[in-house]
């Protein structure tokens, strides 16, 4: 059983950094395209990036692109998305998952393994 364990969420100001971490257990996390979700209650869930298998490939949506920053440690098992320049519309809870699919231009909304999440909030 492939288990996914986010952390790095928290409180941070405007115009500050956080670091998300997804630790994965029960599989290399090199056989699996990672993705990043966040949802903010009573709003759809948003694909905002992902990296392929082969790490590859890179996908951003507008909302993060040249902001965030995904990565994945294959030694480590554990991948990261690096998040500049905070706004407080990125305040949400952020999910990883292992994503169906990851190409330049899209990523897959569904995923086998989901984390728990973990709450990131951006204000002053």
């Known amino acids: 059983q492939v288990q996914l364990v986010e952390s790095g969420g928290g409180l941070v100001q405007p115009g500050g950094s956080l670091r998300l971490s997804c630790d994965v257990s029960g599989d290399r996390v090199d056989f699996y395209h990672i993705g990043w979700f966040r949802q903010v209650p009573g709003q759809e869930r948003e694909g905002i990036s992902c990296?392929?298998?082969?790490?590859?490939?890179?996908f951003y949506a507008d909302s993060g692109k040249g902001r965030f920053t995904i990565s994945v440690d294959n030694a480590a098992n554990t991948a990261f998305l690096q998040m500049d320049g905070l706004q407080p519309e990125d305040t949400a809870v952020y999910y990883c998952?292992?994503?169906?699919?990851?190409?330049?231009?899209?990523?897959?909304?569904?995923?086998?393994?989901w984390g728990q999440g973990t709450q990131v909030t951006v204000s002053s």
């Open positions: 998952a292992t994503v169906h699919f990851c190409l330049p231009m899209k990523m897959a909304p569904s995923a086998d393994y």
């Open positions: 990296i392929s298998s082969s790490r590859r490939v890179t």
